[in-house]
């Protein structure tokens, strides 16, 4: 004592909620119990040997792109990782072929047509930040190039932002492959539009989450030989009926239902 080297801390709070940081050991206090210091200024008093410590391998000490790269590969560094790159804006992170994104809870300017026009002219040697747009090209271009039909699964907790990705998907996919011909209102847009009446019957806000989809959606995006949108099919399951006549604690009924009565 003191470690020479970062450590992993893995605390349990009075919510039964794990908290994993990053820690340096300031001294043992005999062989139950060690003082350990954060990142952020707190010591905290630990058992020793109770498999909470962790040394860290000096490349999950700063962000990275690619937790592949990590040295390490446990929910400490994942999250750590994850937390150095939120806060510097960098809400998207790889980890393999998979993105993890992180609801920023604000606004960032990262999402612009000029970002649709970045991504989807990339070139092989070009080495972009990890997007959800540069998600959606690669379906895309796997999809025109290869004639195979491609799918990009979402999930994640209630609140994280599923379905604002899934938005972002569309828009992505309706700016690089929609256009009328003959000026009327493309298909991608009617898809686009759809997304409001769907969310107005199909999402509530629940204590977590102010626009919570209650139910489950797959969403088809069709094509034409030349890459362009000609339709699509959303088909919806598992919603939420008893939402309509009984409400938990705090929550409200469907966005229309409550409207109305509003």
Request: charged fraction near 20%; proline fraction near 5%; include cysteine.
């Amino acid at each position: 004592y003191p470690h020479p080297h970062p450590l992993s801390l893995s605390l349990s709070t009075a919510r039964s909620i794990s908290l994993l940081l990053t820690v340096v050991l300031l001294a043992g206090s005999g062989e139950d119990e060690v003082t350990v210091k954060t990142e952020d200024g707190e010591e905290f008093k630990v058992v020793a040997g109770s498999g909470n410590i962790m040394t860290l391998h000096p490349s999950s000490l700063t962000a990275c792109e690619d937790m592949v790269s990590l040295g390490d590969m446990n929910n400490a560094a994942l999250l750590h990782n994850l937390r150095l790159r939120y806060w510097e804006d960098d809400i998207f992170t790889y980890i393999g072929p998979i993105l993890i994104a992180v609801n920023p809870y604000k606004a960032i300017p990262i999402f612009s047509p000029g970002y649709v026009d970045k991504y989807f002219n990339q070139g092989a040697a070009d080495q972009l930040p990890p997007h959800v747009y540069e998600l959606a090209n690669n379906a895309y271009k796997n999809m025109s190039i290869n004639k195979m039909d491609q799918s990009v699964v979402i999930s994640g907790e209630s609140g994280a932002g599923k379905t604002e990705e899934t938005k972002l998907v569309l828009q992505y996919l309706a700016s690089v492959a929609g256009g009328s011909s003959d000026g009327s209102v493309g298909k991608e847009q009617l898809l686009l539009g759809a997304s409001p009446i769907l969310e107005a019957f199909g999402n509530a806000k629940t204590v977590r989450n102010n626009n919570s989809s209650r139910f489950g959606k797959y969403l088809q995006v069709q094509f034409n030989p030349r890459g362009k949108i000609v339709g699509g099919v959303t088909i919806k399951y598992l919603l939420e009926k008893t939402r309509v006549v009984q409400l938990g604690p705090g929550e409200r009924n469907y966005h229309a239902f409550y409207m109305m009565h509003k």
